[in-house]
């Protein structure tokens, strides 16, 4: 291995090396500096959408293939801060007929990983999703079951790239890679509107490090005179060609729900 000595003397005078000196030396510097501003973002991220307890929401799910084709299902999608883990969410199907009654139940974790289960009604069954099955299509859709669950800082790796605008709104850029061995997803890069910290746009890449999807929120709606929540949701599949628009027409905040709304006997009881 060669050792490369640096006379500081001959360096004040030589303009070009002083300046690759301080390259080198200010590398391992620049470097931790974009992961701790990454990692502050999403930490104001995060911590702009605290206290909201509980909501319920009325939305639809269209999923569309290649051809524009289009299939609606309408479901209640109720949801529950939890202050010590991370949030627990049921999603009930209420149409067409064959998905009526279909539950899901997901207890997001901020270091383990998420539990999810699925009720089938035509099977009277609980199924547990497995860790490795999660980066499957939830109900058909481009949304995978890892998608499903809540916002955890602990569960990503950050590193802020850019500043950049996108939809007029100026961005912070930032690079998520997950931690969890299971993910589908070998990094997701997040476009954050600077004065609401509010995801606009998400770009999710493959095992193979390929652009998998797309994801863009749009009519950002504001309640309880704090939290921002985007009324449509579109994610692109740039491989298969297929979108899935997630609409919400009603939400509700503070409904009074507790932990007993959330558990496996609650998605044999969904209606």
């Not at 609606?72 to 199907?93: A, C, N, P, Q, W």
């Not at 481009?142 to 950050?158: G, L, P, T, V, Y």
Request: aromatic residues 10%; neutral net charge.
């Amino acid at each position: 291995m060669t050792i490369v000595k640096f006379n500081q003397a001959r360096l004040s005078f030589n303009p070009l090396l002083l300046l690759i000196f301080s390259l080198i030396t200010s590398a391992p510097t620049l470097a931790q500096s974009t992961q701790e501003k990454g990692l502050a973002i999403a930490k104001e991220r995060k911590a702009r959408d605290v206290g909201w307890s509980d909501s319920i929401a009325d939305t639809s799910m269209i999923l569309r293939n290649p051809r524009g084709d289009e299939a609606e299902r309408k479901m209640r999608v109720k949801s529950l801060e939890v202050t010590s883990d991370g949030d627990k969410g049921l999603t009930i199907f209420d149409q067409p007929l064959d998905v009526k009654g279909t539950a899901f139940l997901n207890f997001s974790h901020p270091l383990e990983a998420d539990d999810q289960w699925m009720y089938l009604p035509k099977l009277k069954k609980v199924k547990r999703i497995q860790s490795q099955n999660k980066s499957g299509p939830f109900m058909g859709s481009e949304f995978a079951f890892e998608d499903m669950s809540s916002f955890e800082i602990e569960k990503f790796k950050f590193n802020y790239l850019r500043d950049e605008q996108f939809q007029n709104m100026d961005c912070f850029v930032v690079e998520q890679v997950p931690l969890e061995e299971d993910s589908g997803y070998s990094k997701t890069i997040t476009w954050v509107d600077k004065e609401h910290y509010r995801a606009i746009k998400v770009e999710y890449y493959d095992r193979k490090d390929s652009l998998l999807k797309i994801l863009t929120m749009h009519n950002y709606q504001l309640y309880l005179d704090k939290y921002w929540r985007p009324m449509e949701l579109r994610m692109d599949n740039r491989q298969n060609g297929k979108s899935t628009d997630l609409i919400t027409h009603s939400l509700e905040f503070k409904t009074g729900l507790s932990d007993n709304d959330f558990d496996k006997d609650s998605l044999m009881r969904a209606r």
